[in-house]
């Protein structure tokens, strides 16, 4: 995981690390098994019903629609009008503002989707911000081959991988109704400036 461990600090002390052992897109198809498996470890401080827990600090606003398996950790919100599902888990201070959607995701402490915010297959570092209408998309329709090539570092790499998002480092700011395109790796502490698009995938 040395793509993980070089933009997520955290990463090594997280439940996932000692399972996944593979690239960031290779823990994504395995995601929402990991996070059920996590689900029977947790303590009293979690409200547990069926495949979903919530820490008791964390606060669900009416509207919101979660579906498991998930895990919201510690001093977390989950807005109205928001939907959570494909197996996600958030650190604690985490937020999923009004409208926005997480799909297969894992967030690291203190990382916020601010408003009408797509968020899939990806994992997000510690203290990551989406402005309003930003969002990480993951599926290449438009192409006849969607599987994942991502320029990086001057190398393409590729993998059989059909869905992800990005890998998104500490600190990344992502700007107001930004896009970043399928298959991105976010440098930590990376600017996408409002209206920007991120895309890594080489032409040739």
Request: aromatic share 6%; net charge negative.
């Amino acid at each position: 995981m040395n793509i993980v461990d070089a933009h997520i600090a955290a990463w090594r002390r997280s439940p996932f690390a000692e399972w996944a052992t593979g690239e960031a897109w290779d823990v994504i198809p395995d995601l929402a098994g990991m996070v059920a498996r996590l689900l029977k470890t947790l303590d009293a401080d979690y409200e547990i019903k069926g495949d979903i827990a919530l820490h008791h600090t964390t606060k669900v606003e009416p509207g919101a629609v979660m579906k498991g398996p998930l895990i919201v950790g510690p001093s977390c919100l989950i807005a109205m009008g928001s939907l959570i599902r494909g197996g996600c888990w958030l650190d604690s201070d985490c937020i999923v503002g009004p409208g926005s959607e997480l799909k297969t995701t894992i967030m690291f402490q203190g990382s916020k989707l601010a408003h009408f915010n797509f968020v899939g297959d990806s994992i997000l570092g510690r203290d990551v911000n989406l402005e309003a209408g930003s969002i990480i998309a993951n599926y290449r329709n438009e192409l006849a081959d969607p599987r994942l090539r991502i320029g990086y570092n001057g190398k393409t790499l590729e993998a059989d991988t059909l869905k992800f998002g990005a890998l998104v480092g500490d600190g990344c700011r992502i700007g107001a109704n930004a896009v970043v395109a399928p298959g991105a790796i976010l440098a930590p502490g990376t600017v996408v400036s409002r209206l920007g698009l991120i895309d890594q995938r080489p032409t040739s």
